[in-house]
């Protein structure tokens, strides 16, 4: 009989042994700012009428397979004609892993840009699927020339496009995806998981590529510890991603208590729209420090150059403030940091933190 790390060696998958696991830093007691979460709870008598509904929810029965009240309400607010459905997942994490797993034949590739969300790599390694990572163009926008050519030379399977793009912030050119659209012989995923603070959609695009699928989540927008995400696209495509989707893979207190918030999304609308207002002012702030250097944003963090990001951000730790270090991540993001915009009063702590660590540093 082997020993257990032996037994372990043997029989996972290197690619897997290989893996460091997502790691999220401890973060009780700090400034929270390393999550792209929305600081803001609904107000009270919102919460209180959740509450309410709660309360008197079967939580002994198994959920709405279909969670088909939710899907309306998300179909009524996208105004999805009737050729267009809606698929839901445990976040849009779980929609990833689906779509890979729908077009993952034999040496299939999933492409994506670098630096962009690293989930999509992450899911095409748990499915020993080939992945290619393009690089982005110095400006972080698409380097149109190296996307056509990897495109043609590879013929992705599927290919993820956030928009706007993390962590860089930016959304990339709508002509430039276009072009991917109409290059790509497999299917192109835009991820809008920072639409609420986004100037541009390609929900309305659906109808005219055949390739195209949007992907969005709730996190972004007050909603992350419901975990719910949603693909939006035709519904042929859609029918056979469902039956790729484990059954019951939303709860019942999700479905109820996103339909709940749905019903109020102006609440949270107006909320994406004081996060904005603030990401400006926490831009400026930040590009009036001497040796910061603050990238252009449509999302809900702020991605910033620095002399010394490793330094800064242990003494903005050591000060009771977390956000993400990028420094070491990928190449194109040496000494960078990414902030997520709090509240004005975190971003004042921030603020203060962070002069307070250049000082020292
Ligand atoms: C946060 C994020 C997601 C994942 O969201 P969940 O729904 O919480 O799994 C997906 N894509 C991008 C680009 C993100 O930044």
């Known amino acids: 009989m082997s020993s257990l790390p ?44 959740i509450a309410a509904a709660v309360s008197e929810a079967a939580i002994n029965r198994y959920p709405d397979p279909s969670a088909q009240g939710l899907r309306q309400k998300i179909r009524d607010l996208l105004q999805l004609s009737d050729d267009m459905d809606v698929l839901l997942g445990n976040g849009s994490d779980e929609l990833i892993q689906l779509l890979a797993m729908a077009v993952n034949k034999p040496n299939a590739t999933l492409l994506s840009v670098e630096p962009s969300f690293v989930m999509y790599k992450m899911i095409a390694t748990f499915l020993g699927m080939r992945y290619v990572g393009v690089p982005l163009a110095a400006d972080f926008s698409l380097d149109m020339s190296a996307m056509l050519a990897s495109i043609e030379r590879e013929q992705p399977a599927l290919i993820f496009l956030a928009y706007p793009n993390n962590p860089t912030g930016n959304a990339f050119s709508t002509a430039d995806i276009q072009q991917i659209l109409c290059a790509a012989q497999g299917l192109v995923v835009v991820d809008e998981a920072y639409y609420a603070f986004a100037e541009n959609s390609f929900v309305a695009h659906l109808t005219d590529y055949p390739n195209l699928l949007v992907m969005r989540t709730f996190s972004k927008l007050g909603m992350a510890g419901l975990r719910l995400g949603f693909l939006v696209g035709d519904k042929r495509w859609l029918a056979q991603l469902d039956k790729l989707r484990l059954p019951y893979n939303v709860g019942v207190l999700p479905q109820l208590v996103a339909s709940k918030l749905l019903q109020h999304h ?96």
Not at 23 to 40: F, I, Q, R, T
């Open 266 to 361: 102006d609440v949270l609308l107006t909320q994406a729209a004081q996060i904005k207002q603030d990401r400006s002012k926490l831009a400026q702030q930040l590009s009036a420090i001497t040796g910061v250097q603050v990238f252009a944003s449509s999302a809900n963090f702020l991605l910033l150059r620095v002399a010394h990001a490793q330094e800064i951000f242990a003494g903005l730790k050591q000060r009771g403030v977390l956000i993400k270090n990028l420094h070491g991540g990928h190449a194109m993001l040496e000494n960078c940091l990414r902030v997520t915009v709090g509240t004005p009063a975190e971003n004042e702590r921030f603020i203060v933190a962070f002069k307070e660590s250049i000082q020292q540093g």
């Open 6 to 49: 032996a037994l372990i060696n043997q029989l996972v998958r290197p690619e897997i042994l290989a893996l460091n696991a997502y790691h999220v830093p401890a973060s009780a007691g700090m400034v929270k700012l390393d999550a792209m979460e929305n600081p803001y709870l609904v107000p009270a008598a919102l919460r209180a009428e």
